[in-house]
T-cell receptor, first 116, second 111 residues
Framework: GAVVSQHPSWVICKSGTSVKIECRSLDFQATTMFWYRQFPKQSLMLMATSNEGSKATYEQGVEKDKFLINHASLTLSTLTVTSAHPEDSSFYIC????????????FGSGTRLTVV | QKEVEQNSGPLSVPEGAIASLNCTYSDRGSQSFFWYRQYSGKSPELIMFIYSNGDKEDGRFTAQLNKASQYVSLLIRDSQPSDSATYLCVSSGNTGNQFYFGTGTSLTVIP
């Protein structure tokens, strides 16, 4: 089945630094990938839609200059949290949509970011 | 109005009972529906998908779709403590290219 690999699974960084999260589709080409954030005991919140070769589409209220998304190839999308602050601490999840969309999204394993 | 509505719960059932999770959707043209399970601190994982009216069974899980009522459900038979998780209902919308998530129902199976 379709697999999305997300790395790192867990990261701690100092306030003011930047963190990059990678999301790779291992066995399918993902022209579109999605980035979510999930705070404890809350539902998934779509942050942005990443489109290969073009600019990402951000949801209302998500700062595009803070959450930089790059989708330079059909198998790799990255999310960079710039100048991270403690309130950015969250669980970040990416997902891709395999061509046979009957099977819905395939999710990465998630990245737990803690900013100290 | 949200595209997909779920009761957030929490829903508690005793071990061995049937857990019934419900979901309604607003777009009558929605094509496919998915149930994902998410354990705390983990990513969602696909349990089942359904796109035809009626029931679809896979082991202890049965998905039910009623397009006339715009209603989707997931039944878990012989519930186990390991089934305790949040269950997400997802609709593909009428184009099949835009997916809509419910907020999830928290299920606790009590030993």
């Amino acid at each position: 089945g379709a697999v999305v690999s997300q790395h790192p699974s867990w990261v701690i960084c100092k306030s003011g630094t930047s963190v990059k999260i990678e999301c790779r589709s291992l066995d399918f080409q993902a022209t579109t990938m999605f980035w979510y954030r999930q705070f404890p005991k809350q539902s998934l919140m779509l942050m942005a839609t990443s489109n290969e070769g073009s600019k990402a589409t951000y949801e209302q209220g998500v700062e595009k200059d803070k959450f930089l998304i790059n989708h330079a190839s059909l198998t790799l999308s990255t999310l960079t949290v710039t100048s991270a602050h403690p309130e950015d601490s969250s669980f970040y999840i990416c997902s891709g949509l395999p061509p046979q969309s009957d099977y819905g999204y395939t999710f990465g394993s998630g990245t737990r970011l803690t900013v100290v | 109005q949200k595209e997909v509505e779920q009761n957030s719960g929490p829903l508690s059932v005793p071990e061995g009972a049937i857990a019934s999770l419900n979901c309604t959707y607003s777009d009558r043209g929605s094509q496919s529906f998915f149930w994902y399970r998410q354990y705390s601190g983990k990513s969602p994982e696909l349990i089942m998908f359904i796109y035809s009216n009626g029931d679809k069974e896979d082991g202890r899980f049965t998905a039910q779709l009623n397009k006339a009522s715009q209603y989707v459900s997931l039944l878990i038979r012989d519930s186990q403590p390991s089934d305790s998780a949040t269950y997400l209902c997802v609709s593909s919308g009428n184009t099949g290219n835009q997916f809509y998530f419910g907020t999830g129902t928290s299920l606790t199976v009590i030993p």
